[in-house]
């Protein structure tokens, strides 16, 4: 927030670029908790194959800041001021069913089972069991998702 988005508004030339974030396996869960915390500057998240259950990476910790970092726990609490604030972002959800995707499936589907349940805008994007857990298909995937937003 306070190198990279000012750099990347520089280098636009405009102070107040809507960005997106976008990230892959786990940097998919960054990319849409980054974004529903900072809907006011990214306005999109492009997450492939994300892990939103974290639950298991926190070592048991407990804790209110482990919590708000669990999209998946806190979404389904969103209201008033919040929820408003939330919708203002759009979730592009994409995961494979082959290879390796394994917990990204049932994740992915219920991270966006709790986003639209709270009316909150996001597409969520099914591919084929062929479609696998890796960069080959990850950069397929961005071609086509970015290439719509662009065209938007």
């Not at 636009?12 to 974030?21: E, G, K, Y």
Request: glycine share 8%.
């Amino acid at each position: 927030m306070d190198e990279l988005v000012p750099w990347i508004r520089q280098d636009c030339r405009s102070a107040d670029i809507p960005l997106v974030a976008c990230g892959v396996s786990f940097g998919g869960f960054y990319a849409l908790n980054f974004t529903l915390k900072n809907p006011e500057i990214f306005r999109r998240a492009l997450c492939l194959s994300g892990r939103y259950d974290v639950g298991a990476f926190l070592q048991g910790d407990r804790s209110e800041a482990a919590w708000f970092n669990q999209p998946l726990a806190y979404v389904p609490q969103l209201r008033g001021d919040a929820l408003r604030r939330t919708a203002q972002a759009r979730a592009t959800l994409v995961v494979g069913q082959g290879a390796h995707e394994g917990r990204c499936i049932s994740e992915t589907a219920r991270m966006a089972r709790a986003l639209m349940d709270r009316g909150l805008s996001c597409d969520l994007d099914v591919w084929g069991h062929d479609v696998s857990h890796e960069w080959v298909w990850w950069r397929r995937q961005l071609r086509h998702h970015l290439g719509r937003m662009v065209a938007a």
